[in-house]
């Protein structure tokens, strides 16, 4: 099942190049790009390149790409951002394209999406997600 009226989601226009995405990795099941309301510094999404709704409906296949690459993506932020944990969230009700929320975080405080600053500089953004490359490439 893809997106609902099957049209672009604005994550598939971000993976075609037609939006602007900091890119933190890309393979031909996944991609990870920085949020632009990020919770947390360090927070970004891992997206599947197929534009499908409900995590739920993801194939096996697809599911487990997700999930590899979040728990890689996850370890190399881990000391990156001086973090308790990674958190992991799956909500996907802002953007009808199944996402994976990975946010550094100390406490369990630090997940609420009150807290999302989209006022952080593209430079900062830049910034970071040249760190969490170079990470993933070491």
Not at 4 to 10: F, M, W
Not at 22 to 49: M, N
Request: with cysteine; net charge negative.
């Amino acid at each position: 099942m893809t997106t609902p009226d099957d049209s672009p989601t604005i994550f598939s226009r971000i993976i075609a190049g037609e939006l602007p995405g900091r890119f933190v990795y890309r393979d031909e099941d996944v991609v990870s790009f920085l949020t632009i309301a990020p919770i947390r510094p360090g927070h970004l999404l891992v997206v599947p390149r197929e534009p499908i709704d409900k995590w739920t409906d993801l194939p096996e296949q697809t599911w487990a790409s997700l999930m590899a690459t979040s728990q890689r993506i996850g370890r190399a932020l881990e000391p990156l951002f001086e973090c308790e944990r990674v958190a992991v969230i799956l909500a996907g009700l802002e953007v009808p394209h199944c996402h994976v929320h990975l946010i550094p975080i100390r406490t369990e405080a630090d997940l609420s999406f009150a807290n999302a600053d989209s006022s952080v500089s593209a430079e900062a953004l830049d910034a970071i997600a040249e760190k969490i490359r170079t990470a993933l490439q070491g």
